[in-house]
């Protein structure tokens, strides 16, 4: 009977074992640190956001979090605290307190997280899309700055050689280091591929105002006889494809998610004037740190890097769509700037660092 009792305890540790997988407080026989270099196990992650439902930013990073979850066994939540700025702190430290990897992307987050680090040395802390002047500062977090810039390149490289009126548009939401980094980016490449072309710009103001996005959008085709034009604006962007839509002979470029993706059913007539985007994968980010923190791989907590083209995290869409409706040459065009700038035989420009009249220069010399 004995023999019966031990076999079974032993089938049961055995599973016990297969289903601890990542799990947080689960130690091994290193005691308490995985074996893929030191790193506390993990069964819970939270992303902290302002909303979901842009079709764009925060809904890929979401998408990047829901796979890790399910793929790795791991708890996870978005916590969303709205426009009100005050409900930042505390939506943090609920974080902090509940989960043991927190994504986050804001600056004001980054100045949270600065403070109460040290008062959760178990919680890894990620920051992604953080200006790179901001340093990391505690060996628990670590900040990730994407080389948009570098996208962008492509996007108005894109942008110039297909346009038929030598006017680009951009539409941002709200100035800032990161959407004038795409800026700079999108200026360098229009005039990369047309040195005599300009590039009317625009911004919102936020990143909700739809129908002033629309506004501002309409005055670019109008006006300046922009017939392609780049959104950087969020949610907002959704009046930049409206604007486009009404106006037929009008292309968009799509910002931080395959956009088109989002539209094709809900809104086709909006889809249809989306003929790229230039992708920050968030998605790939996120689940790339969970797997990496999950097998105790992760190296790079407590430090500042930088990912772009090179690391497949910065990309223009290259859909069916893209394929149909770009000329093959133009196509070819935008991969040979790909690859010279990946090479690093061309230098793309970041406005982080950048001050303020290099900047102005900069857009006045291609103002529609």
Known sequence: MR???????????????????????????????????GEKKIASVCYVTDMLGDKSFSDIANEGLVKAGKDFGLEVKTIEYG????????SMLDAAENFDLVFFY?????????????????????????????????????????????????????????SKTGTIGYVAGRES???????VGYIEGAQHANPSGKVAFSYIGDFVNTAKAKELALL???????????????????????????????????????????????????????????????????YDIIEKTCDGSADFYGTNETWGILEGVV???????YKQNTPQEVQDYVKECEGKVTSGEIKVPTAYGMDQ??????RNKVKA
Not at 6 to 24: E, Q, R
Not at 83 to 90: A, I, L
Not at 234 to 240: C, D, K, R
Not at 315 to 321: A, F, K, S
């Open 83 to 90: 426009t009100d700025k005050s409900k930042m702190e505390p």
């Open 357 to 362: 009249d290099t900047l102005n220069e900069m």
């Open 220 to 286: 670019q085709i109008q006006q300046n006889k922009a017939d392609v034009i780049h959104q950087v604006a969020a949610g907002a962007g959704l009046g930049v494809f409206e604007a486009a839509a009404d106006n037929p002979g009008t292309w968009t470029i799509g910002v931080d998610a395959d956009q088109r993706n989002f539209f094709i059913d809900s809104k086709p007539e909006v889809a249809d004037v989306i003929l790229t985007s230039m992708m920050k994968r968030n998605d790939i980010t996120l």
């Open 106 to 162: 804001s600056g004001e987050l980054l100045e949270v997280v600065q403070r109460y680090a040290e008062e959760y040395p178990d919680v890894k802390f990620v920051g992604f899309d953080i200006d790179p002047t901001k340093e990391a500062g505690h060996p628990n977090v670590f900040c990730l700055t994407y080389a948009q810039n570098e996208g962008d390149f492509l996007a108005g490289a894109l942008a110039a050689k297909i």
């Open 177 to 183: 280091p990161v959407i004038n980094d795409f800026l």
């Open 315 to 321: 990309v223009l869409v290259e859909n069916d769509y």
């Open 3 to 37: 023999k019966y009792i031990a076999l079974g305890l032993a089938a049961l540790l055995a599973l016990s074992a297969v289903l601890t997988g990542c799990g947080k407080g689960e130690e091994d026989d290193g005691g308490g640190e995985s074996s893929g270099g």
